[in-house]
Structures are given as structure tokens and as C-alpha cells.
């Protein structure tokens, strides 16, 4: 088997343990915020809000108060409709919601329109109550079992059941008494028109069922207004695939909150881009839901056909608004690594299988190392030409000095030691092999 079809087979199960093993990727970014100045409220217009199921209004002509004025249709028989609206002591206005911008310690009286639109008598609950920003945006009321700390407990009735003919309608008073100590901003909830009625299941149960609908509440308590909005979390995960040339699935998750003390709004967008900023995708703007304040609400994108492009980074761009004013953007971004893992894979073989060549090619081409020598140490200088080489002389010591010419050399001197000196002139050497003596006259 051939180096190449080895490494190939080799490479093919690691590509696929990596694909399997790595987990889908996910960042998170930290929040953001958008502050403006101060605007006065106006409300999206609508007319009634449905708070439980099973509850129908038609748009119909309404009855006059106390039984007068042209009635309207009534249902067929067994057949339960009513409506809720703001009104006055003479019947509706064409307001939608019950708006008031009132101080600390204010009251203000008004009217709520609650008509009979069924073919029997009818008895309701008439209250108010609190609002909040349901999770995917909605705007909802409190259950009927838990009691109103806002606005809703500062509106009351002379009395809290209301019996109502059909085809008719009735404009009942109540008073808005605004406490000394409320907080300046938005405050938001409901004067409700409640049902309750009894009803018998498939299985013959008889089961006490509340229905409601109500007219929405906006007040704003006069004070220092703060609009703003945060985006306190950008999450990111990327499907990364198999095949780079399709791309992945990459989904955003942003989580936005009503920081400020009055209603917002707004549109968001999500831009992908890749390195050095190159855009990869970006989706159109997507209108925000009416949040009231400390509100929070989730906005997930999902965009397919994004490229692995080893780093890939998700921005959202918001644009707040109150309901008549633009706030300034808020911006917030998120990235991970998205690696293309089959090119990477097949780039990591090709050069193991380069580098194995290289290796081998090496291997026999190399020279065979000199006797003797050991691996990496410089070789030794040759010998000046025609000298001979001494005996003795260790490799690589420096060559001795020559004896001074027409001196023999001593017997017993060892090499490289140094000359002793010459006896003098005339003095015979001694024969015990001692050094020389002074000389001696005659005897």
C-alpha cells in the first residue's frame, strides 16, 4: 500500500471524529443601553383587549345609555357578547384607550362603556387592574385572583357588579386618584367588563369559567422621565457544516429590556460578518413590541447559508423609539469561531504527506558520515604539506618547535619537554648522569 492511500485512509476517520465531535458554537455578548431626552406619550391605536379565551367582540353599533338609542343586533339565542370602551356620562367618545397625564396627588373622573350585546340580561365585575409585558410582547392583565399595586388599585367604582339588559349599555363612572407618592412615568393597566359563567365539559363537569375584556390604561405621572433600553444579552450559535460551499445555519438571540420609566418601542437588525469585516448576511428590520417599563423581551433570527469563515461575528443594531420619539441606536455584538473543518482537515493530510516525502527524500540522499568523526564537530585542519607526522604528537595538539639546527637531540628527552641547558664550554660531562661539575686544577 502506497504512502498516500495510507494517509488518505487515516485521514478520512479523523475528519469525520472531528465533525462529530465538535459541539455547536455559542457567544455571548454583555449589554448595551440607549438614553433620550424625555417625550410625551401616544399610544398605538386599538380598541378593546381581549384577556381570556373564548371571548368574541363585534363591531357593532352601540346601544344608547340606560336602554335609549338605536340597539344593536343581538347574537343568536345562547350566544354571549358584550363590549368594553372608554366613554362619558353621555355615551363613547371615540377614544380608544384612557389616556391622562397627571401629577402626584391629582383625581380625574371618567366613564367606561360596558354593552350588553347578548339576548338575555348580563351581570358584570367592573374593576381595574395592573398591565404587563408578557414574555413574547403581549400586553396582558393580571389574573382576576391577584390584586392590582398600580394604577389598576388607584381607579374605583361606586360599586363592582353591574347588571345590564340585553341590547344595552351602560357608561359607568369612576374616579382615577393619582397617590402623593407615585413614581414619574408610564403606568399602565386596565378597567375591566368580567363574565363569569358556568359551563358543562364533554364530560358533564360543571366548571365556573371567567371570561373578561377591558379598555387600556395609560397614565403618566408627571416627573423626570428616563427612556431607555438595553440590550442585555446577544447570544449566537452556529451549525457548522459538513460542506462549506452551503454554509450553516447561524441563529441570534438578543434579549431586550425597558430600562427607562416609559414605553418603547422600536426595530432591530442583525448583521454577520467575517473577517476583516466581510458581510456575510443581514436580516431585514423587525418591528419591536410595545415594552412598559422593566418590561423584557427575547427577539431569536435564524439565517441560513452562512459560510464557515473561521471567525464570524453577529451585531445587532436596535432602533428605540418611544411612542412618538426616536432614541439614540443601541448596538451589540457577539462572535465564535466557525472553522471549515473538511478543508482544514484535507490542508493538515496534504502536509503530512509532504513532509513524510520530505523526510524520506532526505533520508537517501544524505552522505555517510567519516569514520571517526563525531556528528556535528568541525573537521580538523590537515597537516602542513611534507611534514611528517611525529610520534607521539596527540591529534590535534599544536606541533612542537624544531631543535636548533646542528643541536643532535639527547637521549632520554621526552617529547614536548624543554631543552635542558648546554654544559659549558670545555667541561667534560660526568658519567654518573649527573648534571656538570665545577672544573679541578691538577692534582
Known amino acids: 500500500m502506497s504512502l498516500v492511500t495510507a494517509l488518505s485512509r487515516a485521514?478520512?476517520?479523523?475528519?469525520?471524529?472531528?465533525?462529530?465531535?465538535?459541539?455547536?458554537?455559542?457567544?455571548?455578548?454583555?449589554?448595551?443601553?440607549?438614553?433620550?431626552?424625555?417625550?410625551?406619550?401616544?399610544?398605538?391605536?386599538?380598541?378593546?383587549?381581549?384577556?381570556?379565551?373564548?371571548?368574541?367582540?363585534?363591531?357593532?353599533?352601540?346601544?344608547?345609555?340606560?336602554?335609549?338609542?338605536?340597539?344593536?343586533?343581538?347574537?343568536?339565542?345562547?350566544?354571549?357578547?358584550?363590549?368594553?370602551?372608554?366613554?362619558?356620562?353621555?355615551?363613547?367618545?371615540?377614544?380608544?384607550?384612557?389616556?391622562?397625564?397627571?401629577?402626584?396627588?391629582?383625581?380625574?373622573?371618567?366613564?367606561?362603556?360596558?354593552?350588553?350585546?347578548?339576548?338575555?340580561?348580563?351581570?358584570?365585575?367592573?374593576?381595574?387592574?395592573?398591565?404587563?409585558?408578557?414574555?413574547?410582547?403581549?400586553?396582558?392583565?393580571?389574573?382576576?385572583?391577584?390584586?392590582?399595586?398600580?394604577?389598576?388599585?388607584?381607579?374605583?367604582?361606586?360599586?363592582?357588579?353591574?347588571?345590564?339588559?340585553?341590547g344595552e349599555r351602560a357608561d359607568i363612572p369612576f374616579t382615577l386618584t393619582v397617590p402623593a407618592n407615585a413614581t414619574p412615568g408610564d403606568h399602565a393597566g386596565g378597567v375591566i367588563g368580567a363574565l363569569a359563567q358556568t359551563r358543562t365539559t364533554a364530560d358533564g363537569q360543571r366548571v365556573l369559567v371567567d371570561q373578561r375584556l377591558a379598555a387600556r390604561v395609560y397614565l403618566r405621572v408627571t416627573g423626570e422621565v428616563r427612556p431607555a433600553v438595553t440590550i442585555e444579552q446577544v447570544t449566537v450559535a452556529y451549525d457548522n457544516p459538513v460542506n462549506p460551499v452551503g454554509g450553516g445555519e447561524l441563529v441570534i438571540s438578543y434579549r431586550l429590556r425597558n430600562s427607562g420609566n416609559v414605553r418603547t418601542a422600536g426595530t432591530g437588525a442583525v448583521t454577520v460578518a467575517g473577517p476583516l469585516g466581510w458581510e456575510l448576511a443581514r436580516t431585514s428590520p423587525v418591528d419591536l413590541p410595545e415594552l412598559l417599563p422593566d418590561a423584557v423581551f427575547t427577539v431569536t433570527e435564524r439565517i441560513t447559508g452562512v459560510p464557515p469563515a473561521v471567525r464570524l461575528r453577529a451585531e445587532v443594531d436596535l432602533a428605540p423609539t418611544t411612542v412618538d420619539t426616536a432614541l439614540p441606536p443601541v448596538r451589540r455584538s457577539a462572535g465564535l469561531w466557525a472553522p471549515p473543518w473538511l478543508p482544514l482537515a484535507l490542508f493538515a493530510t496534504a502536509a503530512g504527506w509532504f513532509g513524510v516525502r520530505h523526510w524520506r527524500h532526505r533520508r537517501a540522499t544524505g552522505t555517510p558520515a567519516r569514520t571517526g568523526d563525531t556528528a556535528g564537530s568541525p573537521p580538523e585542519p590537515d597537516a602542513v604539506p611534507g611534514t611528517p607526522a611525529r610520534t607521539g604528537d596527540t591529534a590535534g595538539s599544536p606541533p612542537e618547535p624544531d631543535a636548533v639546527p646542528g643541536t643532535p637531540a639527547r637521549t632520554g628527552d621526552t617529547a614536548g619537554s624543554p631543552p635542558e641547558p648546554d654544559a659549558v664550554a670545555g667541561t667534560p660531562a660526568r658519567t654518573d648522569g649527573s648534571g656538570p661539575t665545577a672544573a679541578t686544577g691538577p692534582a
Open 11 to 166: 485521514g478520512a476517520p479523523i475528519v469525520a471524529a472531528l465533525l462529530a465531535t465538535a459541539p455547536p458554537l455559542t457567544a455571548v455578548a454583555p449589554a448595551a443601553t440607549a438614553l433620550a431626552a424625555p417625550a410625551p406619550a401616544a399610544p398605538p391605536a386599538a380598541a378593546l383587549t381581549a384577556v381570556a379565551p373564548d371571548v368574541a367582540v363585534l363591531a357593532a353599533p352601540s346601544p344608547g345609555p340606560g336602554g335609549t338609542g338605536t340597539p344593536a343586533p343581538t347574537a343568536a339565542a345562547g350566544v354571549t357578547r358584550w363590549a368594553v370602551q372608554p366613554s362619558s356620562a353621555k355615551g363613547p367618545t371615540g377614544r380608544n384607550y384612557f389616556i391622562y397625564d397627571l401629577a402626584p396627588g391629582s383625581t380625574v373622573g371618567d366613564h367606561v362603556g360596558v354593552s350588553n350585546l347578548s339576548d338575555r340580561p348580563l351581570t358584570f365585575e367592573v374593576y381595574g387592574t395592573d398591565a404587563y409585558t408578557t414574555t413574547d410582547g403581549a400586553f396582558a392583565l393580571l389574573p382576576a385572583d391577584q390584586p392590582a399595586t398600580g394604577v389598576g388599585s388607584w381607579v374605583s367604582f361606586d360599586r363592582r357588579r353591574w347588571t345590564i339588559d340585553p
